[in-house]
């Protein structure tokens, strides 16, 4: 079992940042691979971000390229989400999850452990 808390979300200005944590406890010895995904009400939850266990590897949604940046420390076990240059279109309750599988994933279903979600509210 791995548990997931999220933690740095908040009311920003549209073109301001924001930098979401995700400190991960339990059976943090195996090689998890990590994901953001955010969700609105009445929406699917959305892919953001995903890296692999070393970091080497990423992968973003083309609606934050460019602006968002994953990263990781695994001798802290906690994953990092850089928001840059938000957008109104950027608010949501924002979720990290872990998976086994291999490879970068984008599906929330592939995902095996999930936080309980920061919101994020950016104004225009």
């Known amino acids: 079992q791995v548990q997931l808390v999220e933690s740095g979300g908040g009311l920003v200005q549209a073109g301001g940042s924001l930098r979401l944590s995700c400190a991960a406890s339990?059976?943090?010895?195996?090689?998890?691979?990590m994901g953001w995904f955010r969700q609105v009400p009445g929406k699917e939850r959305e892919f953001v971000a995903a890296?692999?266990?070393?970091?080497?590897?990423?992968d973003y949604a083309d609606s934050v390229k460019g602006r968002f940046t994953i990263s990781r420390d695994n001798a802290k076990n906690t994953v990092y989400l850089q928001m840059n240059s938000l957008k109104p279109e950027d608010t949501a309750i924002y979720y990290c999850?872990?998976?086994?599988?291999?490879?970068?994933?984008?599906?929330?279903?592939?995902?095996?452990?999930w936080g309980q979600g920061t919101q994020v509210t950016v104004s225009s």
């Open positions: 999850a872990a998976t086994l599988a291999v490879g970068l994933t984008t599906i929330p279903g592939r995902y095996s452990y």
């Open positions: 339990g059976r943090t010895d195996s090689n998890y691979a």
């Open positions: 890296i692999n266990w070393s970091g080497r590897s990423t």
